[in-house]
């Protein structure tokens, strides 16, 4: 999934995020606007996946 794509379908999959992982914050989840790669960190320090888990993860949503 591309930045495009992940921008376009972002408020649903914030909603999965939240459901399927609690510790996720809305600021956390903030982060996509401009700043890919810290959403990344701040996932991956929460839930203890890699980034490469974490985008797979996401695309399977």
């Known amino acids: ?13 914030k909603g999965v995020l939240k459901q399927k992982y609690a510790d996720l914050t ?9 700043k890919e790669e ?9 839930i203890g996946k890699t980034k490469d888990e974490i985008k797979k993860m996401i695309s399977e949503l």
């Open 1 to 13: 999934m591309n930045t495009t794509e992940l921008a376009g379908k972002w408020n649903e999959l």
């Open 26 to 34: 809305d600021d956390d989840l903030l982060f996509v606007e401009g």
């Open 38 to 46: 810290e959403l990344y960190g701040r996932i991956q320090q929460k």
